[in-house]
């Protein structure tokens, strides 16, 4: 799965129901551009500062496009058009920008995808707007596994694994998910060193900028 369809995934409980308004909308969007990100379209630049040895990230003033070649993915295909257009504007789009503009429409291809390949099971309603979406239980249960032993370091962690990490504990779902760190990971966690360090360092930055930039479940907006 790429990282948006597992973003929407998780954000997906047992019961079907979707927690929040603003989590899911933009932290999908947030996982298009960390998938475009893995993929070396799209780069991040965030402004950094240190304190007390633990870095502090700004949102970067634009998104730089790497590169327009076809994903062979049709949302990622799309995705890269339109920022082509919007990067070369006299004022480029802003990351806190794109995220408001793109926020609303990005789970629903995703959903729609995850659909179709049976990971989730569309459940219609009589009320517009309440149909539910109820994950398959293995393949949630296999992501769970997998994000807990990357938090935890008991599997290696990867750029992707990072990314799904940081955005399910930015967007709230980690905390369904019973995420537990201990001191000495919260500490390698927030200095972004330890297992962290074999993750290149740029989409270290990009993980940790989706960290801020995605409303937790206290704020509903950007």
Do not use: N
């Not at 062979?72 to 789009?93: N, R």
């Not at 459940?123 to 992501?143: E, N, Q, V």
């Not at 596994?145 to 990314?163: F, K, Q, T, Y």
């Amino acid at each position: 799965m790429t990282l948006p369809e597992e973003f929407v995934l998780l954000a997906h409980s047992p019961s079907g129901k979707v927690r929040g308004s603003a989590q899911p909308s933009f932290g999908c969007a947030a996982a298009e551009l960390g998938e475009l990100a893995l993929r070396r379209k799209v780069l991040l630049r965030p402004r950094v500062s240190r304190t007390f040895g633990i870095e502090t990230y700004g949102c970067p003033r634009g998104i730089d496009l790497l590169g327009t070649g076809r994903t062979g993915l049709a949302w990622a295909d799309a995705l890269l058009a339109e920022l082509e257009v919007c990067t070369s504007e006299p004022e480029p789009v802003t990351l806190r920008q794109w995220l408001r503009r793109r926020g609303g429409a990005a789970p629903a291809p995703h959903r729609e995808a995850l659909t179709e390949r049976g990971h989730l099971l569309h459940k219609p309603s009589r009320l517009p707007g309440r149909d539910r979406y109820h994950p398959c239980t293995a393949t949630r249960a296999a992501l769970v596994d997998e994000i807990r032993g990357g938090c935890s370091g008991r599997r290696g962690l990867d750029a992707h694994l990072l990314l799904l990490c940081d955005l399910a504990e930015a967007a709230g779902t980690g905390r369904s998910l019973s995420l537990r760190l201990t001191w000495r990971q919260w500490l390698d966690w927030s200095r972004r060193t330890g297992v962290l360090e074999s993750v290149p360092e740029d989409l270290r930055d990009t993980s940790e900028l989706f960290r801020f930039m995605v409303p937790s479940p206290e704020d509903q907006g950007l």
